[in-house]
């Protein structure tokens, strides 16, 4: 007891901090089980420390709130998720952003945008005014039901939840599923907000590598073994940074080998309109038994609108449509309303179709300026906006982001999107954000800057 | 070890059920404490049970999803929170809904909404396809701001955070400051949805009642001292659903008691703009220091355009902002840009004064007509559309309510608000949902029916 007091007083021990098992004290203190077992439930009585039924003993007081940034190995602001989306997201005119992961305003669905707009200021009253319903506007997943049956996948829109974001899908799927302390998979390296997500669901997070057709199926297999994960969250179509798409025999592989284990698989399809051959996808092999396909609208449409979706067995979907319900009541029936206007616009095709060269010409154009730096991409994707590169002689990316975001440049450091903080030396480029001249001459000197610290 | 595997294997513990505590297994089985840690250990080694570290023992195996629906004990469909949300929502016709929370769509700001869209289809690139700023709208915030300041609540625009809606923002909070197993206060009765929201975060809802003038002050300490809440969650301007308000001597006492406790107070303000004399605001009194205030426009502009703030303390906005992105990415710049036209467009005073005077209209009509009925309400509200009424003879609002149901007229039972299931003779009604007259015919036959059973 008067260890446990002194722990307390001297702040080692801080309020909300949990006490160590029954067992685990008796060990360290080489005291018996119940020993101990009095000994906190005198400092209980007391008022020092408080039994969580079915979770242990706490030091008594408030708990921390939950401060993502405080969450986990501290780690560079520059490879910090969140410190990247903030930088990303803050809407500074004069800043250059390759490290961004979306299409510049200019090149997404302005006049689409605009035309539904005015033909939705002459909608009727409920589209204008009510709330959505459930699974939300019924049109629109319609429509998607038959875009998806087009991808091979077959949802009918009874199976299609809207949600406000392709993230809050994730996010949804995460409450659905995760306990605190379960174990998630994601492919190393993947989309950084991944681990942000995560994090705010107090689960562990294991990378599985990333190879140029998938994630490797054999480390795939034993990290099943391993950690027996619930759940897997992955991109396939274009995959996030790589570039990368999977392969059939991969997609089929990872499914075989999830056959056995009683593992999930989220596929964050919000690229699929940026793909000129359409890759495989899991969803599509499995269909929809144990994948989830999520996707929104916010890289090819507009970001400005916010509407995504979820495409799952029923039963998932009810739960995960009282989940909404629960904890954000309602999606927006107007945002649906937009988003379908601009999808069936007969202007959208010819749109996606001018995005898809302007990113190959970009993506041309972009390789040959890095190049000329030495800077050399991991591989070529087919098509959409990422390229992901080492940089030359080992350089840290941390180190160089941080050198130009002081010349106003926000790069996007290979470990912001490692969970094994394996990609020190790779940065993720935007091809689309990257038409900038400035671009190239502030990461040279950079560069050049960080060899000469290197090599003095 | 046999014991704990037979049930097992009788699926008595389920997989991902926790195992009982050493301790209480020790006192169950009357053994010795020493003996049942052996025992979990050697079914640990076996993989039959897990050991969570900082948790406890779990039966091995995939934990059953989140299913809102069986959490908590068993209740009645028709006083289950997600059901009524479910029914208000689904759009069908022919179907009265005096259960409902929110206006009537042809009572929203329709006019405001179709002048916005069209100057929005002229607003510039940004507006139309980027995503919103970490914070979200610096313009509304602004506006915001200026707002609560004629409230007396001192917020600058970087203590404003914008979300998607009301309940995201009570949600984010939760998850803020919540943990599993913690506990928090909710008025009794209070708007149902608080109900599902927190059975989301596995918290534990204890409820205070709420008297004429707020929560009682002697059960409010009370319930301090006893639960140590981490969270107590209110309406102040019109309660939500006794129409009652907060009188300026509670909410000083209430703060007062909450003085020497680590109570955060969420105030939700959804219905401020339904006010004729505005009632004191928890935030006022306490600057924003303990009190973090919501709200939305979903009950005045529209529905359809989802829209909510959050306003805290700057260093609980920081966090929430983080949150918000790991877990939403970001709010639609489209919806708050929207809200903003509409709510600076100079029709909407005069719009707000309509809605003021046609609800004070159908309060006196609803009153007369369920007095006709033999319903009278707990308290004649100042303003907006609840009506918190006692049904004749004790007759349970859940098997009228099922009764009414089969007519195609939706109610909301008293129990749904109720955390300690102490409504059951009372009904929510919503005066602007309650103008047509075939609702009371059906809830007379309903009522009668339900007599006649009693008296056989």
Known sequence: MADIRSRIASRADLPGARLRSVRAQAQAMQVSVSTVVEAYERLAAEGVIVSRPGSGFYVAGPVAPLALSRIGPKIDREVDPLWISRQSLENEA????????????????????????????????????????????PELRRFLSRRLMGNGIEAPPEQIMLTDSGTQAIDLICRYLLQPGDTVLVDDPCYFNFHALLKAHRVKAVGVPYTPAGPDVEAFGAALQEHAPRLYITNSGLHNPTGAVLSPVTAHRILKLADSSDLVIVEDDIFADLEVNPAPRLAAFDGLSRVIQIGSFSKT???????????????????????????????????????????????????????????AEQMAKTITRLATIGIKPWLVPQAGMFLWCRLPHGADAAGVARACLEEKVVLAPGNAFSQSLSARDFVRFNVAQSGDDRIFKVLARALQRRAGIVSV
Chains 1, 2 share one sequence.
């Open 94 to 137: 004069d800043v250059l952003k390759p490290g961004c992961g979306w299409l510049p305003s200019d090149w997404l669905y302005e006049e689409g945008m605009r035309r539904a707009l005015r033909s939705q200021a002459r909608a009727d009253t409920l589209e204008l005014t009510d709330y959505a319903t459930p699974l939300g506007h």
């Open 301 to 359: 449409i507009s970001a400005s609108v916010r509407c995504g979706y979820i495409a799952a067995q029923a039963d998932r979907i009810d739960s995960l449509a009282d989940l909404k319900l629960a904890t954000s009541f309602s999606g927006s029936r107007l945002a649906a309303d937009l988003v379908l206007r601009a999808l069936t616009d007969s202007g959208y095709r010819k749109h996606m179709e001018a995005v898809r060269l302007r990113l």
